[in-house]
């Protein structure tokens, strides 16, 4: 059964930096395109970064220049570097992926989540 598993959430103060990582589990292709989504309590779920399969990146204004979406095709992991941040900043985040077969079709899957809390 395939599945995105991530790691790497936790608490970490004001400024400082945390990874998060986007792993496959299970047998696929290749990753086709990917983004990272955070959801605060009460609020919705906001996409704040996407990588294409060319590599392609964009971002949402409010983590541009703070975060760094990345991807490693060997590993089929997608990363999200994240440096400044701030305690708005604090939410659960998920990976979404459009992960393709080998039989050549493709699906869109989910995360299970990880919190990141920032501390001021």
């Known amino acids: 059964q395939v599945q995105l598993v991530e790691s790497g959430g936790g608490l970490v103060q004001a400024g400082g930096s945390l990874r998060l990582s986007c792993a496959v589990s299970g047998s696929i292709f290749n990753i086709d395109g990917a983004g990272w989504y955070r959801q605060a309590p009460g609020k919705q779920r906001d996409i704040i970064a996407g990588?294409?399969?060319?590599?392609?990146?964009s971002y949402a204004d409010s983590v541009k220049g703070r975060f760094t979406i990345s991807r490693d095709n060997a590993k089929k992991t997608v990363y999200l570097q994240m440096n400044s941040l701030k305690p708005e900043d604090s939410a659960v985040y998920y990976c979404?992926?459009?992960?393709?077969?080998?039989?050549?079709?493709?699906?869109?899957?989910w995360g299970q989540g990880t919190q990141v809390t920032v501390s001021s």
């Open positions: 990588i294409a399969s060319s590599g392609s990146t």
């Open positions: 979404n992926a459009n992960l393709r077969a080998r039989d050549g079709s493709t699906n869109n899957y």
